[in-house]
């Protein structure tokens, strides 16, 4: 099981959840960032696809995601190092060897050709994706026509590691839209109301502790643009 707790402080240690004045991709001024491009090392990139890899068997086990899952799909950019990140995690600790593939930003006129690299899809596969952060769920929503392009599959769940928990394009929550419009659970190893309740200066330690003004801001964040 997912130690939440440990995978937030693997978050600051690792300078991927910072704290500040941020432009979100949809345009919201935010006091917190998650940026997963900021793993560079190949020991983050270990841990983190064992963060993954947890959430997806945890949540095989509560019978969310199929237990004949077959492939890993990571978005371009940030969602290719961890598709390939998980992966590996999966064979290694859990003993399901998947299949992995991600697309190119530009369809390949040459060679194999083409807009996907790895693992050539088939009908019926179920696939997992694989990204960093839901905001407003334009990721997967670009990435549903590539893969339906590319055969008859199946989309089983989004994996993130954070959560923001914000509203999308209506009155629900970017994880609410993609459910309600497209029948995919997304399952996040954490997610910000986990992040604040651990950081706040009512719980976790002195180290993980953000400062009060800090934190007033996140709330008011919250408070504006967030499903709790």
């Given at each position: 099981m997912v130690n939440k707790a440990d995978f937030i402080e693997f978050l600051i240690d690792s300078g991927v959840l910072t704290f500040g004045d941020f432009i979100t991709k949809s345009g919201r001024k935010s006091p917190y960032f998650v940026n997963t491009g900021n793993f560079t090392k190949g020991s983050q990139l270990a841990q983190l696809g064992k963060f993954y890899a947890t959430c997806i068997a945890d949540n095989i086990v509560k019978g969310i995601i199929p237990e004949d899952i077959g492939v890993l799909f990571g978005p371009a950019y940030k969602g290719i190092p961890l598709s390939v990140a998980t992966a590996i995690s999966l064979a290694n600790d859990y003993g399901r060897n998947l299949n992995y593939c991600f697309n190119r930003k530009e369809q390949k006129d040459h060679g194999e050709g083409g807009s996907i690299v790895g693992y050539k899809l088939q009908d019926d596969d179920r696939i997992l994706?694989?990204?960093?952060?839901?905001?407003?769920?334009?990721?997967?929503?670009?990435?549903?026509?590539?893969?339906?392009?590319?055969?008859?599959?199946?989309?089983?769940?989004?994996?993130?590691?954070?959560?923001?928990?914000?509203?999308?394009?209506?009155?629900?929550?970017?994880?609410?839209?993609?459910y309600e419009d497209y029948g995919i659970p997304v399952l996040p190893i954490v997610t910000i109301r986990d992040i604040l309740d651990m950081m706040s200066s009512k719980g976790g330690t002195r180290e993980s502790k953000i400062p009060t003004d800090t934190e007033i801001r996140m709330r008011e964040y919250m408070d504006k643009y967030c499903i709790i």
């Open positions: 994706i694989i990204e960093d952060v839901i905001t407003a769920g334009t990721a997967v929503r670009e990435s549903l026509p590539i893969l339906k392009k590319a055969a008859d599959v199946h989309i089983c769940g989004l994996i993130i590691a954070v959560d923001r928990m914000e509203r999308g394009q209506e009155d629900r929550s970017a994880v609410q839209e993609i």
